[in-house]
């Protein structure tokens, strides 16, 4: 796997083993979350809430899926390997750990979970059982990062137990039970919180020996790398004074953690609340339910190595997907919270050989960077080809823009208009993306 990493990066995560991957930066507030806004919904299949349109489109396009592969947790205190067949193209970053905790009523009522060197630890509880008034909160381990969550109605067998909490960025959470007062006495066995896996983030050192999960384009063969030569790419703050447009829009994009493990890159599409990525990171509202989406996790310096403390919201409702172009329209919880991070569109004018381009993006889950030459002409981040076969004949654009596993989803934007021109998928070198107009002809109604 090419990896070159930039400075940030580097110096984030060569580290001693102790060492945490990333040191957040106070940009962002005291961050407090939640369940979601409406825990364990019913879901409806996607293909009923598409549009007439877009599921004629669909049917004359449409190509069979391989079923996704199911990780499963193997016994307490063992790894779980996790694995999916590199052609699903979504970055795996981070393994299940098998363990057994229990807190409260008897047993303790602080629980620290630490593996040192992770990037993110996630906790995943199946039991969730606790009196009236009663809560808790999962943080890093000095409170700047904090999620409470709240008792479900008690011995209330509707209210979902299994469910993941929001990760806590660096290698450490600790999870805490705060107590109301309440009911005391036959009820305690049957109390308690009960955390049965833990989702832990690559080290630097895990991650360079997890292989690149990027689609290849399926018309070539071979496993090409998708950093095409020397990686021109650099943190998103280095653009900031540079090419303070570049630099705006890469806010706009985010940073999609998938079943705990598995990353791709997301973005704020228009004004309401809309984010685009590829089908081959998730296609149902069930996965993207259990998505977590980080705003803002970029460098908060060029050549540093704190990052900004990203705000992340859960995923809610897919609207629209499609495998042939490679989309997935979602929404997201708590919209309000990242709206100030603005937002892309899509150029709907065909893209142009010869057109400048430049890629933000989150390849093998580094903070944000981009790729295109900086501040001076884009070099090879350009489009080669306007009229290339990705799944269907003519549907993408290719460019030797560089890129990684866990850059599917990210937008390619042109530097002329500052638009989308395509959605970034395949790697290969020539690695290229969804025409952002045919995109636009089968998402307007939504936009």
């Not at 979350?33 to 877009?54: F, K």
């Not at 049917?59 to 205190?77: G, I, L, N, W």
């Not at 303790?108 to 809560?135: I, N, Q, W």
């Amino acid at each position: 796997m090419s990896i070159v990493a930039g400075a940030c990066a580097a110096l984030a995560l060569a580290g001693t083993a102790g060492a945490v991957a990333w040191r957040s930066s106070g940009d962002e507030g005291r961050t407090v979350g939640t369940w979601h806004e409406a825990a364990g919904p019913a879901r409806t299949p996607v293909a009923v809430e598409r549009s007439t349109a877009d599921k004629k489109a669909d049917k004359a396009t449409a190509v069979p899926r391989a079923e996704k592969a199911q990780a499963t947790v193997r016994s307490t205190a063992t790894t779980e390997a996790a694995t999916r067949p590199a052609e699903d193209g979504r970055q795996k970053i981070g393994e299940l750990l098998g363990v057994d905790k229990l807190l409260g009523y008897g047993s303790p009522e602080r629980e620290v979970f630490r593996y040192p060197g992770a990037s993110y630890v996630k906790l995943h509880f199946s039991r969730m059982t606790m009196l009236p008034g009663d809560y808790l909160t999962v943080s890093d381990a000095k409170g700047q990062e904090s999620y409470r969550y709240d008792a479900p109605k008690l011995l209330d067998a509707a209210a979902p137990s299994d469910r993941w909490a929001m990760s806590i960025t660096g290698d450490t959470a600790v999870l805490e039970m705060h107590r109301g007062g309440g009911l005391v006495g036959s009820l305690l066995d049957r109390l308690g919180v009960r955390v049965d896996k833990v989702a832990k983030g690559f080290t630097k050192r895990e991650q360079e020996r997890a292989p690149e999960a990027q689609l290849s384009n399926p018309n070539r063969t071979g496993r090409e790398e998708s950093v095409c030569g020397n990686d021109e790419s650099r943190d998103a703050v280095c653009y900031r004074s540079a090419d303070p447009v570049a630099y705006t829009r890469s806010k706009a994009i985010a940073r999609l953690l998938i079943n705990g493990t598995e990353l791709c890159t997301g973005w704020r599409i228009g004004s309401k609340n809309r984010m685009l990525t590829n089908n081959h990171c998730f296609d149902t509202s069930d996965d993207a339910y259990e998505t977590e989406v980080w705003f803002n996790y970029q460098c908060a310096r060029c050549g540093g190595y704190d990052v900004f403390r990203p705000t992340k919201v859960w995923g809610d409702k897919v609207l629209a997907t499609n495998h042939v172009y490679d989309y997935t329209l979602f929404t997201v919880e708590n919209f309000a919270a990242v709206q100030k991070f603005g937002s892309l569109t899509l150029d709907t004018v065909r893209p142009a050989r010869g057109q400048e381009l430049y890629v933000p993006q989150h390849p093998a889950g580094e903070p944000t960077r981009i790729a295109g030459r900086l501040g001076e002409k884009a070099g090879t981040c350009s489009i080669t080809d306007n009229a290339y076969d990705g799944y269907a004949r003519n549907s993408d654009v290719a460019y030797y823009c560089d890129t990684e596993g866990g850059s599917s989803g990210s937008p390619v934007l042109s530097r002329k208009t500052d638009k989308v021109v395509a959605l970034h998928h395949f790697g290969g070198c020539p690695n290229s993306g969804v025409r952002a107009d045919l995109l636009y002809a089968r998402l307007k109604a939504y936009l």
